[in-house]
């Protein structure tokens, strides 16, 4: 059974960081591509950052370029969100997720592998 699980979330003050993990198993992902995915209340869930299978290629929001860093450790089946200088606005639930594909994609519908959230507060 695949399992992807987030976390690292929390309630931290604008101008923070915060450190997301996502645990994947079940299979190994070394050849996947990774996304990290957001929903803010009242909002659709949105792209954040994403991962090439290699690494070599990542890809970010404009909300949250420069702010933000995805990485992964292959040998571990991990994947991380190092989110820096947070604002309100990014308060929502974030989400890991991974494709079939090892290329990235910026469009939720291509992730066929979800996991359940963590919350992400940040106080003005």
């Known amino acids: 059974q695949v399992q992807l699980v987030e976390s690292g979330g929390g309630l931290v003050q604008a101008g923070g960081s915060l450190r997301l993990s996502c645990a994947a198993s079940g299979r190994t992902f070394s050849s996947n591509a990774m996304g990290w995915f957001r929903r803010a209340p009242g909002k659709e869930r949105e792209f954040v950052a994403a991962?090439?299978?290699?690494?070599?290629?990542?890809r970010y929001a404009d909300s949250v370029k420069g702010r933000f860093t995805i990485s992964r450790d292959k040998a571990k089946n991990m994947v991380y969100l190092q989110m820096n200088s947070l604002k309100p606005e990014d308060t929502a639930i974030y989400y890991c997720?991974?494709?079939?594909?090892?290329?990235?994609?910026?469009?939720?519908?291509?992730?066929?592998?979800w996991g359940q959230g963590t919350q992400v507060t940040v106080s003005s």
């Open positions: 997720a991974a494709r079939v594909s090892g290329v990235i994609s910026t469009s939720h519908h291509e992730y066929a592998y």
């Open positions: 991962i090439s299978w290699s690494a070599i290629n990542t």
